[in-house]
C-alpha cells in the first residue's frame, strides 16, 4: 500500500510564495519520477513540474522561472516552491508519483488548494 499526501496550500496574495510538499508512504522500493499537476475550475488537469530520481526536472511555460521542483529522496518526498504567484495559478495542485512497491505503478495524491488572490 502506497499513500501520497500534500501539504502547504492556502491563500496568498499576488506576488507571493508558497512551498507545496508531497510525501510517499507505504511500501516502497523506489521512487521513480514525482510530478506536480494542477486543475483549475472548468479546465483540464496540467502538468507543472516533473522531477526524476535523478534529478533532472521540467517545467510548463507558464511557471519557468518561478517554480522550482526538487526533491528528498530519503524522505520520499518532493517539493513545489512556488513564487511570483499570480492569480492564473490558483487551482487544486495534485502530486503523482510512479512507484515501485508490490509493483511499479502511479499513484495519486488528494491534492491541496492554491488560491492566489489578493
Known amino acids: 500500500q502506497v499513500q501520497l499526501v500534500e501539504s502547504g496550500g492556502g491563500l496568498v496574495q499576488p506576488g507571493g510564495s508558497l512551498r507545496l510538499s508531497c510525501a510517499a508512504s507505504g511500501s516502497i522500493f523506489e521512487i521513480y519520477s514525482m510530478v506536480w499537476y494542477r486543475q483549475a475550475p472548468g479546465k483540464e488537469r496540467e502538468l507543472v513540474a516533473r522531477?526524476?530520481?535523478?534529478?533532472?526536472?521540467n517545467y510548463a511555460d507558464s511557471v519557468k522561472g518561478r517554480f522550482t521542483i526538487s526533491r528528498d529522496n530519503a524522505k520520499n518526498t518532493a517539493y513545489l516552491q512556488m513564487s511570483i504567484l499570480k492569480p492564473e495559478d490558483t487551482a487544486v495542485y495534485y502530486c503523482?508519483?510512479?512507484?515501485?512497491?508490490?509493483?511499479?505503478?502511479?499513484?495519486w495524491g488528494q491534492g491541496t488548494q492554491v488560491t492566489v488572490s489578493a
Open positions: 522531477i526524476t530520481s535523478g534529478g533532472t526536472t
Open positions: 503523482n508519483a510512479e512507484i515501485l512497491s508490490a509493483y511499479r505503478g502511479s499513484w
